[in-house]
């Protein structure tokens, strides 16, 4: 309240808040005492309010700064839907095997899954490739050593043995992108969509025990980002060995191709270790959605 000793007075206060660009609401009591009340009902120009799946009122901002800050209201507005999509939790072999290595080691229990295992012919072609690499992987490395000097005495003889295992090792490792590939692409166009049966879909792959964990849809973006990025720096080192001979072939090329091409899933993998996908996360909404 404002106290006012005449009329004149009264009037110079109502005519400062009329002036004023806030909206205000007055009356004058009998004892002359003036009564203002603000309230500020103008439309929001710049922001509009939207209610997410969770019920809850958000502010999304016509124009974020960065884009860093675009990614993140991304990844804060993807990891909104996923609290109320139910988890499967089903961990299949990985759960068998931690059960047989949790305490000792089970041989027999293990026997029994890998003649399980191996029955299966994409397994037998899975283990037929690791075998393959790593028997040409060790010869190469035996070569390279200077290990075979002595059944190989030349050095034309050795640099055949060198380029021939390198060749086969980037067949090999080229033939599991081209398979591993269209998956993670797969995988991609799952995480752009994100709808909840891909939720779950993609939890079963990327998330521990296949449940909820804290903004998993920027996590499982970077892990297949990184995997994506092996695939394309192999393509590259493909090309660089069957596109040169030996003798022309860029060696600074193949480096950076070799180095990106190994390091990009060892980052991925030690970063899935690191962030909550990796590891086990109880949340509340997840377990009343299942139930």
Same mark, same amino acid.
């Not at 502010?59 to 860093?68: C, D, E, G, K, R």
């Not at 080192?237 to 899933?265: F, K, M, T």
């Not at 996908?277 to 509340?284: A, F, N, Q, R």
């Given at each position: 309240?404002?106290?006012?000793? !005449?009329? +004149?007075? $009264? ?5 400062? *808040? @009329? %002036?004023? &660009? ?5 009356? /004058? ?23 997410? !799946?969770? +019920?809850? $009122? ?5 124009? *974020? @700064? %960065?884009? &860093? ?5 991304? /990844? ?216």
């Amino acid at each position: 309240m404002i106290p006012t000793s !005449n009329g +004149g007075d $009264l009037m110079e206060v109502q005519e400062d *808040l @009329a %002036s004023s &660009s806030t909206p205000y609401a007055y009356t /004058a009591n009998e004892n002359g005492a003036l009564q203002i009340s603000t309230s500020r009902k103008e439309p929001l120009s710049d922001e509009n309010p939207r209610r997410g !799946n969770t +019920g809850r $009122l958000s502010i999304i901002p016509s124009n *974020l @700064a %960065s884009p &860093s800050a675009k990614v993140q209201h991304i /990844a804060e507005e993807k990891d909104e839907i996923p609290q109320s999509v139910p988890s499967s939790g089903s961990q299949g072999f990985q759960k068998r095997f931690s059960g047989i290595l949790a305490k000792k080691i089970n041989w027999e229990s293990l026997m029994t899954i890998g003649k399980e295992w191996i029955k299966k012919p994409l397994n037998m072609v899975l283990f037929l490739w690791i075998s393959c690499v790593a028997v040409s992987g060790a010869i190469l490395f035996l070569v390279m050593t200077g290990m075979l000097n002595g059944a190989l005495p030349k050095k034309s003889q050795r640099d055949t043995w060198n380029e021939v295992n390198n060749q086969i090792l980037n067949a090999l490792f080229t033939l599991m992108c081209l398979y591993q590939h269209p998956m993670l692409l797969d995988h991609l166009v799952l995480l752009c969509r994100w709808k909840p049966k891909d939720i779950s879909a993609l939890r079963n792959i990327y998330c521990k025990n296949g449940t909820y964990k804290p903004n998993e849809w920027a996590h499982m973006m970077v892990v297949v980002v990184l995997l994506h990025v092996s695939c394309f720096a192999q393509y590259a080192l493909c090309s660089l060995n069957l596109g040169y001979e030996r003798s022309h072939r860029p060696a600074v090329g193949v480096d950076i191709c070799l180095s990106v091409g190994i390091a990009a899933p060892a980052i991925a993998f030690v970063y899935y270790i690191l962030n909550p996908l990796g590891k086990e996360y109880v949340s509340g909404v997840d377990e009343e959605a299942q139930i």
